[in-house]
């Protein structure tokens, strides 16, 4: 369904998914992102955004993380 016609489009849709799923679960917490997590991040108000609902650090995904 195009947008304006009553659909949703690809922003809102992640902007959604991050505001009502992702974020609540970053209290407290390090938060691990790949590179395609944080472009999306990054469309949303970026690490800023994570630390304002309590976020402690952001990292990079990587295996050779301890």
């Known amino acids: 369904m195009p947008v304006g016609q009553g659909g949703i489009n690809l922003?809102?849709?992640s902007q959604k998914v991050?505001?009502?799923r992702f974020c609540p679960l970053v209290?407290?917490?390090v938060v691990f992102l790949?590179?395609?997590c944080a472009e999306v991040i990054h469309w949303h108000g970026?690490?800023?955004a994570l630390f304002d609902y309590g976020a402690?650090?952001?990292r990079e995904f990587?295996?050779?993380e301890v």
Do not use: M, P, R, T
């Open 27 to 29: 209290n407290g917490a």
């Open 34 to 36: 790949d590179n395609v």
């Open 56 to 58: 402690l650090d952001v």
């Open 46 to 48: 970026g690490a800023s």
């Open 11 to 13: 922003y809102q849709c």
């Open 18 to 20: 991050i505001e009502d």
């Open 62 to 64: 990587s295996s050779f």
